[in-house]
């Protein structure tokens, strides 16, 4: 079963650990949530405010940030492997020892 959080007001809410694999938060307003060491994997997070959010070692593989704010968020150590960042914002965020990229590579050896 997939959680239904459309367009839902989270600001400032302590969310550590939190579960929310496979979540639909499109349009939420995450602003300043603590989601520290949350599994948001394969989540849609499609036009999310988390301005000044705190995501430290959150994971985020496969998940849908298109159009996201992450302006001022906190992404230390987090996990952001195939994530669709089209459109969004970046501004201040801080990427520290954030993991990106594709966990499985395709091999260019011939």
Do not use: C, Q, W, Y
């Amino acid at each position: 079963m997939r959680a239904s959080l459309i367009n839902t007001e989270l600001s400032e809410a302590v969310l550590t650990a939190a579960t929310l694999a496979n979540a639909d938060l499109t349009g939420s307003n995450l602003r300043g949530v603590d989601l520290t060491n949350a599994n948001l994997s394969g989540a849609d997070l499609i036009g999310v405010n988390f301005e000044g959010a705190d995501l430290t070692r959150a994971t985020l593989i496969e998940a849908d940030l298109t159009a996201a704010n992450l302006t001022n968020a906190d992404l230390t150590g987090a996990d952001l492997t195939n994530i669709d960042l089209a459109g969004a914002t970046l501004l201040a965020a801080d990427l520290t020892r954030t993991k990106l990229g594709d966990p499985h590579p395709t091999s260019t050896d011939t």
